[in-house]
């Protein structure tokens, strides 16, 4: 069984597993080494939750959102930065980035986010399918 929640700090060897495993796809295939600290770089994007999915005390799946203030229209805005959209080529095509993805998206609106950013690398179709 899959269980999806909040990761937190003892969950960094999973993570640097599960990046190490599944890097970005595109016409350049793209990974981050994120040793030996995952949370670091999303500590420099700003508030940042990250959410798991797990089987078998292993993660097989990440997403991440980050706050970050924006200027829209001669504004300050919240915006949130989805990222580390990653699952476990063994885990892949059942489900579970969907899952993940509601997972985030409940979350959103519950804490009545706005506006949504998701990048995606050229080439990259897969996450489009979560996010359409």
Not at 34 to 42: I, N, Q, S
Not at 75 to 81: E, L, M, T
Not at 84 to 113: C, H, P, Y
Request: glycine share 6%.
């Amino acid at each position: 069984m899959v269980n999806y929640r909040r990761a937190n700090f003892e969950d960094n060897k999973g993570l640097l597993e599960l990046t190490s495993e599944a890097g970005m796809d595109g016409d350049i295939s793209l990974r981050i080494d994120r040793h030996p600290d995952f949370f670091k770089l999303l500590e420099l994007r700003g508030e940042t939750a990250v959410f798991v999915a797990e089987e078998n005390d292993r993660i097989i799946g990440s997403l991440c959102v980050s706050t970050q203030d924006v200027y829209i229209d001669q504004k300050i805005c919240p915006v949130n930065y989805i990222g580390d959209f990653k699952v476990a080529l063994s885990a892949r095509n059942r489900g579970i980035g969907l899952e993940l993805t509601n997972t985030v998206a409940k979350w959103l609106m519950e804490k009545d986010a706005d506006l949504v950013f998701l990048n995606v690398s050229k080439g990259n179709t897969r996450p489009f399918t979560f996010f359409t």
